[in-house]
């Protein structure tokens, strides 16, 4: 028995969801506003995983200051951490759980997309079509060009959405902090900032992904994608991480010694 055959009571009701939804509307505009329904109950989570990564954003010029000074002192670093989350009554996974809450959420509706089964049953859903491709076949079952022009646009799709994420992705970390080289532990090969580097180019992910499973799985993922990339620009919308200007830091503010 699978792991996650703990969610088919889950996945038995959102395939009712589903299905009771299809007796209005084509099964493929089901599962779209099906899955646009759940994003909406999760939309509480998102946002407090956003008021989260803004507080983090917002400390992250302090913490780094901190690092420089003592990075050198694990213990000392630790407590001054410590203070500065107290002082500012955060703390450094504020966002995370609301992120790692939805998890279940996303697993259900994956498995009612890609098991044959639903809840112990066939998943009659997946037989249904969309511009007479099957919901339950693969870009590879694909028959003549007229079906796999349906996997293309669908992925091609999934690929613009990718590409909005990237340019924001891209925007967000030129414009947060970055260590200096006054700090100890930053180095020019620093596997934080490599991995910063290249944690946008996962956007472009998805429509790996999506070649990988079933029609019916590439369309939840081409919805929840986009909801994803518009609802973070709408949270984030007033998030704005300005540079100091050199009339501002530190350096220019000291008064000048005299000699």
């Not at 990564?53 to 951490?81: C, F, N, V, W, Y």
């Not at 909005?164 to 970390?173: D, I, K, L």
């Not at 902090?177 to 020019?188: D, F, G, K, L, V």
């Not at 956007?203 to 518009?230: D, I």
Request: hydrophobic content about 45%; overall charge positive.
């Amino acid at each position: 028995m699978s792991i996650f055959s703990i969610l088919d009571p889950a996945v038995g009701l959102a395939h009712n969801a589903v299905a009771g939804l299809a007796h209005a509307v084509p099964t493929a505009a089901a599962i779209v506003i099906f899955t646009v329904c759940v994003r909406l109950l999760l939309h509480p989570l998102a946002r407090a995983a956003a008021r989260g990564e803004k507080s983090r954003a917002r400390l992250a010029p302090q913490i780094t200051e901190i690092r420089r000074r003592h990075g050198r002192d694990p213990e000392r670093l630790q407590q001054a951490l410590a203070e500065l989350y107290r002082k500012e009554n955060a703390s450094p996974l504020a966002g995370c759980l609301p992120m790692v809450l939805q998890l279940p959420f996303f697993s259900v509706m994956y498995r009612l997309f890609t098991h044959p089964t639903a809840a112990g049953a066939p998943d009659d859903l997946l037989h249904h079509t969309l511009f007479g491709v099957p919901l339950g076949s693969h870009v590879t079952a694909a028959h003549g060009p007229q079906q796999l022009l349906v996997f293309l646009a669908l992925y091609a799709a999934l690929a613009a959405v990718a590409a909005v994420s990237f340019r924001r992705a891209r925007r967000t970390a030129k414009t947060a902090p970055t260590p200096t080289p006054a700090t100890p532990h930053a180095t020019p090969h620093d596997p934080t900032a490599q991995v910063a580097a290249l944690a946008p180019y996962l956007s472009f992910g998805t429509v790996l992904f999506a070649a990988l499973v079933p029609l019916a799985a590439g369309l939840y993922l081409l919805t929840t994608t986009a909801w994803t990339v518009t609802e973070r620009a709408l949270l984030h919308r007033a998030t704005h991480h300005p540079h100091p200007s050199p009339a501002t830091t530190p350096a220019a503010t000291t008064p000048a010694t005299t000699t």
